[in-house]
């Protein structure tokens, strides 16, 4: 265990669906972060927050839509996905250099 | 922008023997930060070694080191006296700055099998 929980571990949506992911972190971290990790590729960043403040959106469509409360929590609201936005969403938090990952998010979008 | 890149897509040793992992990555910057991840299957990424890219002496974590070649942009991970439970797709990483505004920059990956 990294102290980062994300829930729910596996998701089913359709195209329509609206859902949420959610992120926990319990080691007082100020920055937190989403990643997407497709097979045969990179993982690539998302979002990147700093105390609750969005300092980074690496192109990703709006049908992603980050949300961070507070500095313990961040979302991933998602809606009309398409099926090629299957993949493991993974967050990270951090106070310094080195990045603690949750299990990751497993979503099938059908 | 940054890229790293993991030549290696999968390699097989047998256990207790030493395997490197290779990477290399392209930037301008100066100032920078190089990782190594583990993700074991089914199970959290977790971090296994890091590099600040001011420091000449390569880091050391019991049995990984690291052989961070600045001029050359390369970054390779020694496993040594390897284990079953290293196992696992290794990632490395760039990050940039102090304490990653930009995040994390990762290779492909490599899926290292340790042979009994």
């Known amino acids: 265990e990294t102290g980062v929980t994300q829930t729910p571990r596996h998701l089913v949506m359709g195209m329509t669906n609206k859902k949420s992911l959610k992120c926990e972190q319990h080691?007082?971290?100020?920055?937190m972060y989403w990643y997407k990790q497709s097979a045969k590729k990179p993982l690539e960043l998302m979002f990147v927050?700093?105390?609750?403040?969005?300092?980074e959106n690496n192109s990703v469509p709006s049908r992603f839509s980050p949300e961070c409360p507070n500095s313990s929590h961040l979302f991933l609201h998602l809606h009309t996905l398409q099926p090629e936005d299957s993949a493991l969403y993974l967050c990270a938090s951090s106070q310094d250099d080195e990045q603690f990952f949750g299990p990751g998010t497993r979503l099938t979008v059908l | 922008a940054q890229t790293v890149t993991q030549s290696q897509p999968e390699m097989s040793v047998q256990e207790a023997e030493t395997v490197t992992l290779s990477c290399t990555y392209d930037t301008s910057e100066n100032n920078y930060y190089l990782f190594w991840y583990k993700q074991p299957p089914s199970r959290q990424m977790i971090l296994v070694i890091r590099q600040e890219a001011y420091k000449q002496q390569n880091a050391t974590e019991n049995r990984f080191s690291v052989n961070f070649q600045k001029a050359a942009k390369s970054f390779s991970l020694k496993i040594s006296d390897s284990q079953l439970g290293d196992t696992a797709m290794y990632f490395c990483?760039?990050?940039?700055?102090?304490?990653?505004?930009?995040?994390?920059?990762f290779g492909k990956g490599t899926h290292l099998i340790i042979q009994p």
């Open positions: 927050y700093n105390f609750k403040e969005q300092t």
């Open positions: 080691l007082g971290h100020n920055a």
């Open positions: 990483a760039f990050m940039m700055g102090v304490w990653g505004a930009d995040g994390l920059t």
